[in-house]
């Protein structure tokens, strides 16, 4: 590579747009390419067929290097950043199945602004805190819980072990799943999808029973959990919720029960024959297309005898799936209370939700 010697200086003011402050910087000019913190600028024709760069501080200027057109390279290398908001995410460093860190990795190419940045496809990317010495190996940043809130970095441009372009970005490191609160807290967390399709059941009424008692309802996630608990011990979590009852009921069901009974189609599913026996007779017959008619007609607002969700340990086994009452299949699971990383909530079980006359999944 040659480097242009050539060079001449001029004070200016620039507005910074990723920080909207008003900074002075010095402006250098070269022979052949320079770039900036964000910004390059082409000089009239008459001057040198060139850009200009803005540096933000002395340091930057001494280190900048520049293409060789005698080697055919593209002169004119402009690289710009982008500002990035970016989430830590939870590690669990050894491998018990409970996170026990937090961080993420930054690459310095995910904050280069591919549209409005030009430059070789041979030149490389280096990312580091704004101040800090860069250097061509460094091509990720790792943050963590103290890097909660804003970030100032520079990414520096390569070419073997030249640089060739910098800019600088703002970075917001966020912490919404609450990782970083602390401190670690013992409890259970659990939550409930469909059968059918899993999505998720919210408004479920969730009870806790064992060396303590508690009632909590599912969120909009179809998640619960309790805390406070004594770490390993058994818990008994039993579910419950009887509204909704004509969620995704509809005429199609009644015709897919009728198929069923008459021996035209049967239902595929132990959980599928659950949904059809509507009065929870253990069998499915014609009174529960009845109790589905007066259901959908307007003259019933519940089921006899029965709730509209069931719901049930996956783990369980049906002996016989084609009929799954012979014997009594579990609606509430032992969970082992844990510990759980900070505010975060990991469930560690799924009940499978059971709609009371959807046979289709709506």
Known sequence: MKKNTSRGTAACMNYNPLTMKKMAFKLTLTRFSATA????????????????????????????????????????????????????????????????????????????????????????????RMGEAPGPEAAGLLLSCPDTGLVEVEVYGWLQDSIVGACSAEVIVEDNMNLCAGPYRTGVCGYFISFKDFSQVYDVQVSLSGDTTAVVTTDSNGMFCFFGLEENNPYLVTPFKDTDHTYNVSLFDIVLISKHILGIQPLGSPYELIAADVNHSRSVTGLDLIALRRLLLGESTGFPNNTSWRFIDPSYVFPDPEDPWLEPFPESAYLTARELFPAMVFPSFAFLAVKVGDVNGG
């Open 37 to 128: 913190f964000g910004v390059a600028l082409l000089l009239p024709f008459f001057l040198w067929p060139t850009h200009f760069a803005l540096f933000g501080n002395e340091q930057n200027r001494g280190r900048q290097e520049f293409l060789d057109p005698s080697a055919g390279w593209d002169t004119t290398i402009t690289l710009l950043c982008r500002p990035l908001a970016i989430e830590l995410m939870p590690h669990d460093e050894d491998g018990n199945g409970i996170p026990d860190s937090a961080y993420i990795y930054l690459y310095a190419s995910d904050l280069v602004d591919n549209e409005l940045s030009n430059y070789p496809e041979e030149v490389f990317f280096s990312i580091n």
